[in-house]
T-cell receptor, first 110, second 114 residues
Framework: RKEVEQDPGPFNVPEGATVAFNCTYS??????FFWYRQDCRKEPKLLMS???SGNEDGRFTAQLNRASQYISLLIRDSKLSDSATYLC???????????FGKGTSLLVTP | EAQVTQNPRYLITVTGKKLTVTCSQN?????MSWYRQDPGLGLRQIYY???????DKGDVPEGYKVSRKEKRNFPLILESPSPNQTSLYFC?????????????FGDGTRLSIL
C-alpha cells in the first residue's frame, strides 16, 4: 500500500463551484499533514498545514480524520486561478521523511 | 528575499558525463532535501540532510551523491548519469527536519540525459 494516496483526477469544475479532495495515508504514527499546490512545471508551494481540529484559510478548509487516516481539502467558490495540482503531504511517523501523494489535478473552467 | 536557489535550471547532457546540480538557501535552515518528480510517480525523495555533515538516503538514492559541508549548500552529484535519471529535480529546505514543518522548494532543475 502506498504511503499517501490521492485520486489523481482530473477534477473539472465550473467557476464558483465547491470541490473537495481526499487523501489517505497508511502510517498511523504520522503527526504532520500539509496540502501543497503545484502549478504546471513549477515548484510545489505550501497551501496550508492541516491541524487536528481542522482549519480554514479563506476559501480553503482542511480536515483531518485520524481514525480513518485521511485528510481532506475543500475549496469553496472556485476561481480560475485555483487550477493546479494539489499535493497531499504526510510525515513518515519517524519524524524525518515527508511523503508526497502523486497529486490531484483541478481545472476550473469559465 | 528568502529563497532556495538551484542551478542550472535546465541541462541536457550525455550518459556518463559527471554533473552537479547546486542548491543554496539563505534562510539558515538546518534541513535540506532533494526530490525528483516523474510523470505518474509524483515526488520522490533522493537524499536529505538534517544538518552540516549529516546526510541520509531517501527513497531513490541509487546513482546520486550529496554533500553538506556548509549549512546553506546541498549539491546533488550524478557521477555517471544515465537516461533513467532524466527528470525534474527539486531542492527543498525547512528550519528543522522534524517532519512537522513545511518545506520551501527551489524552482526546479530539468535534466535530460541522452
Amino acid at each position: 500500500r502506498k504511503e499517501v494516496e490521492q485520486d489523481p483526477g482530473p477534477f473539472n469544475v465550473p467557476e464558483g463551484a465547491t470541490v473537495a479532495f481526499n487523501c489517505t495515508y497508511s502510517n498511523s504514527a504520522s503527526q504532520s499533514f500539509f496540502w501543497y499546490r503545484q502549478d504546471c512545471r513549477k515548484e510545489p508551494k505550501l497551501l496550508m498545514s492541516v491541524y487536528s481540529s481542522g482549519n480554514e484559510d479563506g476559501r480553503f478548509t482542511a480536515q483531518l480524520n485520524r481514525a480513518s487516516q485521511y485528510i481532506s481539502l475543500l475549496i469553496r467558490d472556485s476561481k480560475l486561478s485555483d487550477s493546479a495540482t494539489y499535493l497531499c503531504v504526510v510525515n513518515g511517523g519517524s519524524g524525518y521523511a515527508l511523503n508526497f501523494g502523486k497529486g490531484t489535478s483541478l481545472l476550473v473552467t469559465p | 528575499e528568502a529563497q532556495v536557489t538551484q542551478n542550472p535550471r535546465y541541462l541536457i547532457t550525455v550518459t556518463g558525463k559527471k554533473l552537479t546540480v547546486t542548491c543554496s538557501q539563505n534562510m539558515n535552515h538546518e534541513y535540506m532535501s532533494w526530490y525528483r518528480q516523474d510523470p505518474g510517480l509524483g515526488l520522490r525523495q533522493i537524499y536529505y540532510s538534517m544538518n552540516v555533515e549529516v546526510t541520509d538516503k531517501g527513497d531513490v538514492p541509487e546513482g546520486y551523491k550529496v554533500s553538506r559541508k556548509e549549512k546553506r549548500n546541498f549539491p546533488l552529484i550524478l557521477e555517471s548519469p544515465s537516461p533513467n535519471q532524466t527528470s525534474l529535480y527539486f531542492c527543498a529546505s525547512s528550519m528543522q527536519g522534524l517532519g512537522n514543518q513545511p518545506q520551501h522548494f527551489g524552482d526546479g532543475t530539468r535534466l535530460s540525459i541522452l
